[in-house]
């Protein structure tokens, strides 16, 4: 089985800076899809990110933007110009290429400081 | 495009009553769409995985006789919680596969009084 770890119960970071979660997962597969969900408030999941491992190159998405680091099984998701809209707990999910199910890290709180 | 939607947001139910959840995908087919439950300030809990005219896989542990689940079409699953009891009180979510992704609705509340 497929495990996700995020080490990271909470963080904070202050109004336009930048801060990095952290993502490890455990896989004897070479071809997987990784991902980031936001969940505010509302508790709505929202796809922040989506990688690809095939693809050396970093996804991006505006003010998101990961560091795949495929041989260390390591996905970090880092919010740049932070805002106060981006609170909210972030999960980290795996999945095979061949199987829509998602494994979930326990997530991580972000708190943003005005 | 790619929304999910769920009915009812929040309910609130007598212990021993059935109450039905519904999920539907509005702009895209989905054969497969998935159940959570979710607790407060923890991860998401896979339920069961539902499949369009077939039964839906269940996740070790979880009863499939109190968790029905029906997928009769491309587009909508329901989730029947049957004979309530407050432990199965708790936030349900539904998703919907499409384009290498799941897409989540806004989740129900249940509440079993």
Known sequence: ?114 | GAVVSQHPSWVICKSGTSVKIECRSLDFQATTMFWYRQFPKQSLMLMATSNEGSKATYEQGVEKDKFLINHASLTLSTLTVTSAHPEDSSFYICSASGSHTQYFGPGTRLTVL
């Open chain 1, 1 to 114: 089985a497929q495990t996700v770890t995020q080490s990271q119960p909470e963080m904070s970071v202050q109004e336009a800076e930048t801060v990095t979660l952290s993502c490890t997962y455990d896989t004897s597969e070479s071809d997987y899809y990784l991902f980031w969900y936001k969940q505010p408030p509302s508790r709505q999941m929202i796809l922040v990110i989506r990688q690809e491992a095939y693809k050396q190159q970093n996804a991006t998405e505006n003010r998101f933007s990961v560091n795949f680091q495929k041989a260390a099984k390591s996905f970090s998701l880092k919010i740049s110009d932070s805002q106060l809209g981006d609170a909210a707990m972030y999960f980290c999910a795996y999945r095979l290429i061949n199987d829509y199910k998602l494994s979930f890290g326990a997530g991580t709180t972000v708190t943003v400081r005005a």
